[in-house]
């Protein structure tokens, strides 16, 4: 592997469970509640189409159609760690916070866990609270486009209080989602939406995924406003394809070191189903675009696996 030099931590990863999201409804399920399911399933004819797409481009296999067990599908992603050398696999969704802890448990040399409960619950302080303090999670993964609420509602400062007072990570997705066929617009879908947040809680780490996922100016401008701000790489980044100029994994690295450095800069994946497992392929295309723009050993093993070590106060 071209990486054997380097210690690597996949920070963003989805453990491939039958439900990713506690408590939260399937999104084809509330769009047929709204426009029908005819019209409903049409879309998600045309999304899946989209996904058809882009599986090919990559030469991915279609993912399984019905899953394993839980136990099932943590053994084969334990064995995928192993298999590539991996320091340690960051799951930032698992079918709840209670149903994570416990694949986490069971193979705690290889697996970290994040809560992922909606911000607005009733409660989601204290919920986050008890997933670090006796779930043992390490970190805090939010979607912001599919929230209810503005990001920057004080009804959810409690949350950033307790993430503030325990040190944790936060992974805020903003930007597209779903892929092709997704959610293209949202009252939360611009990093910039975190400023104030940002801002009134200059402790707590976010980090924003996909490199900003479409929102490129905007992530540069949130991440030179607030230092407290990262971002992270994972993905096959396809909403370069979709951007009114030409971009690529070198550009994209190339201007957020001018910007912010090595050392807010974070290796994931997103890897989740298989038979496709670790996404290597990711991690082989991004270490060549950081080797090809002359990176030291140094900065490239901050990105790769020092800064999220750091995050989750755990040694390389």
């Known amino acids: 592997m071209p990486y054997?030099?380097?210690k690597i931590i996949d920070f963003h990863a989805h453990f491939p469970t039958a439900e990713l999201w506690s408590g939260r409804l399937d999104r084809w399920s509330e769009l047929a509640a709204q426009v029908g399911g005819r019209r409903a399933n049409l879309l998600r004819q045309q999304a899946e189409a989209y996904h058809a797409e882009w599986r090919r481009a990559w030469g991915f296999a279609e993912p399984e159609k019905e899953k394993p067990s839980d136990q099932e599908q943590a053994r084969r992603w334990a064995q995928e760690v192993k298999r590539y050398g991996l320091e340690r696999v960051v799951f930032v969704t698992g079918g709840g916070n209670?149903?994570?802890?416990?694949?986490?448990?069971?193979?705690?040399?290889?697996?970290?866990g994040f809560a992922h409960h909606d911000l607005f619950i009733e409660g989601a302080a204290e919920e986050l609270e008890r997933a670090i303090t006796e779930l043992g999670l390490r970190g805090y993964k939010v979607i912001a486009p599919a929230l209810e609420r503005p990001i920057g509602d004080e009804t959810a400062y409690p949350v950033w209080e307790v993430a503030e007072a325990y040190d944790i990570p936060v992974l805020?997705?903003?930007?597209i989602l779903g892929g092709g066929g997704g959610i293209a617009w949202n009252e939360n879908i611009n990093p910039l939406?975190?400023?104030?947040?940002?801002k009134h809680f200059p402790t707590v780490n976010f980090v924003i995924p996909h490199f900003g996922c479409g929102y490129v100016r905007e992530t540069l401008h949130l991440c030179w406003a607030c230092r407290n701000v990262s971002i992270d790489t994972s993905g096959s980044n396809q909403w370069m394809r979709w951007m009114p100029y030409d971009l690529s994994l070198k550009s994209l690295f190339r201007k957020y070191l001018e910007t912010i450095g090595?050392?807010?800069?974070?290796f994931g994946t997103d890897s989740s189903w298989f038979p496709r497992g670790f996404a290597v392929r990711y991690l082989q295309d991004q270490i060549r675009a950081c080797r090809e723009l002359n990176l030291s050993h140094d900065a490239l093993q901050e990105i790769f696996g020092g800064n999220a070590a750091r995050l989750l106060k755990i040694k390389l």
């Open 193 to 198: 939406c975190l400023q104030d947040v940002a």
């Open 172 to 175: 805020i997705h903003f930007g």
């Open 262 to 266: 090595s050392e807010r800069i974070i």
């Open 4 to 6: 054997q030099d380097l």
């Open 98 to 112: 209670d149903n994570l802890a416990k694949i986490v448990r069971a193979y705690p040399d290889k697996f970290i």
